[in-house]
């Protein structure tokens, strides 16, 4: 039996701000560095083999928190052309060594015309329920952005194809991601419904642990 491991990443500055963030590339606030070394040291006894993250800083900044606390160091498999033929890396790694995957796919949900505004100014010009729709319904989109089931659409092929595989190998795996990809990731795990996955949060820098046995995944309570 191995572990997947889901965090989602710790409060970055526009998180603070109650900004919409998407895929602006917004850094670790101060107390998301602490909530990243806080799940640190909640994992300190689980052994990461394999890390998955994605392109946004935010989630990069809590993954090598993590790994600082084991003393691991990630090394980033590159899978484009060029960047894997220009970044070479020794295929056996040290010990202290594990490889780090990083895709656009486990990006947070882009909020297009809403990113950047804050979300109590969003809701003093579109309406209360208008950005409540935007925010929490799973299939309607905000002005040139997407819906949850789009960000379900793109980041479940990826964790069909390249995470399943690892903990099929019998690696410990982590994914250092964002709300609502790790949502669409919890949401094809447990099988929930449309209906009710806008009503699952995650918070900040707290992981969500699964057992994996034979194909099948167990929340960890």
């Known amino acids: 039996m191995n572990y997947l491991i889901l965090v989602r990443h710790g409060q970055s500055r526009w998180n603070l701000e109650n900004r919409f963030t998407g895929w602006v590339d917004v850094p670790l606030s101060e107390k998301g560095i602490k909530e990243a070394m806080d ?22 900044e809590t993954l090598f928190l993590i790994l600082a606390k084991q003393k691991k160091s990630g090394i980033f498999l590159h899978e484009s052309t060029k960047r894997k033929e220009w970044s070479l890396h020794p295929v056996r790694f040290e010990d202290n060594e594990i490889p780090v995957f990083s895709s656009d796919a486990l990006n947070e949900r882009f909020y297009g015309d809403l990113q950047g505004q804050n979300k109590q100014e969003a809701r003093e010009t579109f309406g209360e329920e208008q950005v409540f729709i935007w925010r929490r319904s799973y299939d309607i989109r905000p002005p040139g952005g997407e819906s949850l089931k789009d960000t379900y659409e793109r980041t479940i092929p990826y964790f069909i194809e390249a995470i399943i595989p690892q903990l099929e190998n019998g690696k410990n795996v982590i994914v250092s991601a964002h709300g609502n990809s790790l949502r669409s990731v919890i949401k094809y795990i447990e099988n929930i419904s449309d209906e009710d996955i806008p009503k699952l949060e995650l918070e900040t820098g707290k992981p969500v642990f699964y057992s994996f046995n034979n194909g099948k995944f167990v929340k960890d309570k």
């Open 39 to 60: 799940c640190a040291v909640e994992l300190e006894n689980v052994e990461i083999d394999v890390a998955f993250t994605s392109k946004l800083i935010r989630a990069q």
